[in-house]
């Protein structure tokens, strides 16, 4: 059985809260679930206490047991300092287009010219 930490949608339409569950990977999103360990509501603001709650230990523990966590738990988890942030790359996404390249060699061009 593979086991996830993720999050469960609870709330009403446009108002959400989500429940950060242990849950078996091929369970329904808002389905059955093994344990709660914390919530998060992303409508409070970012330094509001009551935003995240999340029991580090418990994590920890299921963690040890086998348990993966989905991409933005993870992310709770390494702000909490239990885990390594991830570390995604995609270096084609940095490089300037077309049109920002071409703005920039123009304005090298220009700079070179009045120093000559």
Not at 10 to 22: E, L, Q, S
Not at 63 to 73: E, L, P, S, Y
Not at 94 to 99: I, V, W
Request: hydrophobic fraction near 40%; glycine fraction near 6%; charged fraction near 30%.
């Amino acid at each position: 059985m593979s086991l996830k930490i993720r999050l469960a949608r609870g709330g009403t339409k446009k108002r959400p809260h989500y429940g950060i569950v242990i849950a078996d990977s091929h369970s329904p999103r808002d389905g059955r679930f093994i344990e709660k360990i914390g919530f998060y509501n992303p409508l409070l603001p970012k330094d509001h206490a009551d935003r995240l709650k999340l029991d580090l230990d418990k994590a920890k523990a299921w963690m040890a047991k086998g348990a993966t966590a989905t991409d933005r738990v993870h992310r709770f988890l390494a702000d909490a300092g239990l885990v390594k942030p991830l570390q995604k790359n995609n270096p084609q996404k940095m490089q300037p287009k077309k049109k920002a390249q071409e703005r920039a060699a123009a304005a090298t061009k220009a700079a070179e010219a009045p120093a000559a």
